[in-house]
């Protein structure tokens, strides 16, 4: 079955199958999935949710539509599954365990529908697939975004103060908080308190936070020296986009980052690269990078990096909030950071 693109989607349905209640007893794969992705799109909700529409598209479209499509779902087996999955399996185990998982809420979406109840899913893991797919967990290797070696922090800021940019200044503040990008490209004024020197991101915006508790980001000098510079926009945000948008893009931080990169080599640096890919370091690997300065150079322990990243684990989410954040201990760490990170540069004001 062939997917109708639509340019201008807007979390809309894309599938060109028909679109309207399913009432025969057998229903091809590409019937039901065309109601699972309506479904679908009707419930993805926040700032991405034209991405995970799109990436569900593409889920359906390139691997399960081609040899799924016509299949009555009552007839669909194992093997059809496996077919769609062992092709992939190893290369992109990551991209298939969601096909799988894809395949295996559709058929469920069909036992709902009071259609092969008494057939068991081809797409189960347990006492199916797993008789003939290696684990998940065992095909998938584990890769780290790209970091540079937290030693070359102190050049990086060199390099990167020479610069005069919305998105190199939040990228400082990225680097000397230790945050998340997306928590820091829609940073709003409202969550900064200068006088007590702190940071409230909402647990909202805390990628995998569990707790429901706001994260208290300890901010140093350098950070409210960047804040106290800025110009505030109409919107609250701190750090607004480029054309009218709200906050910047999400590749600015990693385009940043990139820039340095670029401006280093041009003065005849070696750049700052990943020592174990060679590839240019990203958003994502600046917290790597503190995560080794703060193990490596300080007495912090892991725990209480783990808190400077909001890595929070279950045993930690059930203690108190207070106990938890550990503010002033963690306010020694960032500034001990900060101190580190800017060691090379004589002039810490702008």
Known sequence: MKINRNQDINVNPVLNSISVPIL???????????????????????RHAEKQAL???????????????????????TGDVLQVLKPIWEEKTAVAERVRVTISRIFEMTQALGICRDVSNPADWSNNLEFFLPRPSAAFQL????????RE???FFRVSRSLDST???????????????????TALWSEFDIKKRLWRIPASKIRYQRNGWDHMVPIPERVIEILESLTRSESDAVFPGLRGRKFLGENALNNAIKRVHE?????GGPGFLDPETGRVATASGMRRAFKAFALEETAASEHLVKLA??????????????????????????ERFARYVLSLDNNSRE
């Open 167 to 185: 998105q190199i200044r939040a990228l400082e503040v990225m680097v000397l908080t230790a945050a998340r990008a997306d928590e820091v490209r």
């Open 153 to 155: 922090l102190p050049r």
């Open 143 to 150: 890769t780290y975004p790209p970091a540079i070696n937290y």
């Open 263 to 267: 401006v280093d080599l041009e003065n």
């Open 24 to 46: 025969v007893e057998t229903p091809v794969f590409a019937t039901v999935a065309q109601q699972y992705y309506e479904m679908k799109c009707s419930a993805f909700a926040g």
């Open 309 to 334: 990243l909001s890595q929070l684990d279950d045993a930690t989410v059930k203690q108190s909030p207070i106990l938890v954040q550990a503010v002033s201990k963690r306010r020694v760490l960032m």
């Open 55 to 77: 990436r569900l598209q593409m889920i359906l479209e390139k691997y399960c539509l081609p040899s799924l499509a016509d299949i009555p779902m009552a007839k669909l087996k």
